[in-house]
């Protein structure tokens, strides 16, 4: 868990508005842990972080507003899209979006992907392709 907020906390460090990261995996890899702890280095207080499974949404108030998802629970994409998946006002600040694998026809064209899963008794996360900003992040955290 701790690597996890590390993880999360030298990606926060260097977001920006408009980043987009969607979070895949199965229930207990993570994604909402790592969602408190970037949360958390935004400035926000992570016990007010949980998973939006039944709101669809939270938005969070922080160095960057933070607008969190969840499509655990969607019936549609649409679902999502109505509950402000992509309205303008996204672009100022950080988007989280758990079980993106649900939304997959939906995602924007920057989305940062994240895969989390078990492995052995500890978990893993994969980032596809980072940009350099977060690889060198990462490099400077030993994520």
């Not at 969190?68 to 950080?94: I, K, M, N, P, Q």
């Not at 924007?108 to 392709?129: H, Q, T, Y």
Request: aromatic share 12%; proline share 4%; charged share 25%.
């Amino acid at each position: 868990m701790e690597e996890t907020g590390r993880f999360a906390r030298a990606l926060a460090a260097v977001a920006v508005a408009g980043d987009f990261f969607a979070l895949y995996g199965d229930l207990g890899t993570g994604k909402t842990t790592f969602s408190a702890a970037f949360c958390s280095a935004l400035g926000i207080d992570p016990r007010e972080v949980d998973s939006p499974s039944f709101v669809l949404q939270n938005r969070y108030e922080g160095r960057l507003p933070v607008f969190h998802f969840d499509a655990y629970r969607l019936e549609s994409v649409e679902e999502l899209l109505d509950a402000g998946l992509f309205d303008a006002e996204l672009e100022t600040g950080v988007s989280l979006l758990e079980w993106a694998d649900r939304a997959e026809s939906a995602l924007p064209e920057n989305a940062l992907r994240l895969r989390f899963s078990m492995k052995g008794e500890g978990r893993e996360v994969i980032f596809e392709d980072p940009p350099e900003r977060f690889a060198s992040a990462m490099a400077s955290e030993g994520s």
